[in-house]
């Protein structure tokens, strides 16, 4: 059992690790001026979080299903907060390596105008040498870095609403698996509601968090901002969303009872 929840965590970790390196893929488009290409290379790279997320998911389910008795919960809930403190490291882990990522990411941007596409691409920068040269961009964070985050400047709405996107986000699946071990008897309608619980993050996102970053992106692209304003935004949302993780572990608990007392009203 711990292996298994061993590998739950390190997949939790590389998902919300890529999720807080995604904040700063515009900022390796701005540097190299290449914002489309950025984004659709940075599809190839959330591809290997689709996959962990696929992986982690049916053996986090079965956490739920070794709950044979109420005397079992106990053990649960200390699995379910522990996947969630690998969310908060895999954020963290994604916020040091934001420096390192923007440097290399610019380079794999110009070696994939160079070569065309991406399998010609990946073909290039395989080498011994490529990967030695690789090294010279790998950038450790500075603390002058954090004494710039000012939340001045940047939207206190945006910093709340992405903050209550990732809280949602990260403890929807978990809490509705929790719901579902403390009341058995509506365990398949729990389990379906995990969908409309995330489907609401992702609006939040879509909706009122992502516009914003776009609209900051494009006055910078056009001059009309300066790129510290975006590394500002980039750093307070990076903030935020590890907030967000830890708000989830003080709501894991209420969201399941909460969750599973909707349930119990749906005739």
């Not at 079965?62 to 699995?79: I, N, R």
């Not at 379910?80 to 794999?108: C, D, H, K, N």
């Not at 070569?115 to 011994?128: E, F, L, Q, R, T």
């Amino acid at each position: 059992m711990i292996e298994k929840l061993l590998i739950i965590c390190v997949f939790v970790g590389i998902i919300h690790m890529i999720e807080t390196l995604a904040y700063s893929v515009r900022l390796a488009g701005l540097k190299t001026r290449k914002l489309v290409v950025a984004l659709s290379l940075f599809n190839i790279i959330v591809i290997v979080s689709r996959t962990a997320n696929m992986v982690q998911a049916p053996l986090t389910g079965k956490l739920g299903d070794a709950v044979q008795s109420k005397e079992d919960l106990p053990l649960l809930l200390h699995q379910l907060q522990t996947i969630l403190l690998a969310a908060s490291i895999g954020t963290i882990a994604g916020a040091l390596l934001i420096p390192s990522f923007v440097s290399i990411f610019s380079r794999m941007i110009s070696h994939l105008e160079v070569a065309g596409s991406v399998p010609k691409m990946m073909k290039n920068i395989a080498s011994i040498h490529t990967l030695e040269k690789a090294k010279k961009h790998v950038k450790r964070p500075r603390w002058i870095m954090l004494s710039q985050l000012r939340i001045g400047g940047v939207p206190k709405r945006l910093l709340l609403l992405n903050l209550m996107a990732t809280t949602i986000y990260t403890v929807g699946v978990l809490s509705t698996l929790y719901a579902s071990t403390l009341e058995p008897t509506l365990s398949k309608s729990i389990l379906m509601s995990s969908g409309l619980i995330n489907g609401l993050a992702m609006i939040t996102l879509a909706v009122f968090v992502d516009p914003q970053v776009a609209i900051l992106t494009e006055k910078v692209m056009k001059g009309e901002s300066t790129k510290q304003s975006m590394n500002k935004m980039v750093g307070t949302l990076v903030i935020s969303r590890l907030c967000g993780t830890v708000c989830a572990q003080i709501l894991l608990v209420p969201a399941a009872l909460y969750i599973a007392w909707i349930c119990k009203l749906i005739p």
